[in-house]
């Protein structure tokens, strides 16, 4: 069993910029693929980005291409989002999963655990 816990949400200012973090437990998160999405109220749970097991494969959602960099330190089990140039449009509760395929996925149903989320909220 997998336990994610993210951290770094917060109230921002269009254009400011947040970084989140997601620690994981167990011995093999070096192997996982790692994943962002977020959710808006009265929207649907969306990708964000996803990076493979050596952090060398990224791919992001348009939405944010440009603007949010995903990034891992499989020493601390750690992965990281760090969004610049913020917009109203990306408040959402954002959570990381992690799929034990190893695959770079974007589709949720192909990730295996969930944290339960962080509240961004970006205000204009």
């Known amino acids: 069993q997998v336990q994610l816990v993210e951290s770094g949400g917060g109230l921002v200012q269009a254009g400011g910029s947040l970084r989140l973090s997601c620690v994981a437990s167990?011995?093999?998160?070096?192997?996982?693929?790692m994943g962002w999405f977020r959710q808006a109220p009265g929207k649907e749970r969306e990708f964000v980005a996803a990076?493979?097991?050596?952090?060398?494969?990224?791919h992001y959602a348009d939405s944010v291409k440009g603007r949010f960099t995903i990034s891992r330190d499989n020493a601390k089990n750690t992965v990281y989002l760090q969004m610049n140039k913020l917009k109203p449009e990306d408040t959402a509760v954002y959570s990381c999963a992690a799929a034990v395929s190893g695959m770079v996925v974007t589709t949720g149903r192909r990730y295996d655990y969930w944290g339960q989320g962080t509240q961004v909220t970006v205000s204009s």
């Open positions: 167990g011995r093999t998160f070096s192997s996982y693929t």
């Open positions: 990076i493979g097991w050596s952090g060398i494969s990224t």
